[in-house]
């Protein structure tokens, strides 16, 4: 059973930072994709940032370009979020998901329709 399990989100302050981490397990894969989605009130689910289990590349969502980074430990399947200088629009549920096979990152890039499993999700709030 694959599971992803998401931890770290909570409340911050407008220009604050928070880590958000993925642990995933029951897959064998090797190629596979692990993204964070989000979702804010009344929106899309929208990826966020899409981390290629082959070479480790990311792809950030220019919105988070320069504020969010990702970091990951394949062998242990873990995957962190740094998010900084946090804005009021950042506020969502955040999810971290995994997309399977040849086209895994174009899967993760190409939306919620992409993705093959989902974590729960943690509440991110951003707050002045």
């Known amino acids: 059973e694959v599971q992803l399990v998401e931890s770290g989100g909570g409340l911050v302050q407008t220009g604050g930072s928070l880590r958000l981490s993925c642990a995933a397990s029951?897959?064998?894969?090797?190629?596979?994709?692990i993204g964070w989605f989000r979702q804010a009130p009344g929106k899309e689910r929208e990826w966020v940032t899409c981390t290629d289990s082959v070479d480790g590349t990311t792809t950030y969502r220019d919105s988070v370009k320069g504020r969010f980074t990702v970091s990951s430990d394949k062998s242990k399947k873990v995957i962190d979020l740094d998010m900084t200088n946090l804005k009021d629009e950042d506020t969502a549920v955040y999810y971290c998901?995994?997309?399977?096979?040849?086209?895994?990152?174009?899967?993760?890039?190409?939306?919620?329709?992409?993705?093959?499993?989902w974590g729960e999700g943690t509440l991110v709030t951003v707050s002045s």
């Open positions: 998901t995994v997309s399977l096979g040849w086209m895994r990152v174009e899967k993760c890039l190409g939306g919620a329709h992409g993705v093959d499993y």
């Open positions: 029951g897959f064998t894969e090797g190629y596979y994709s």
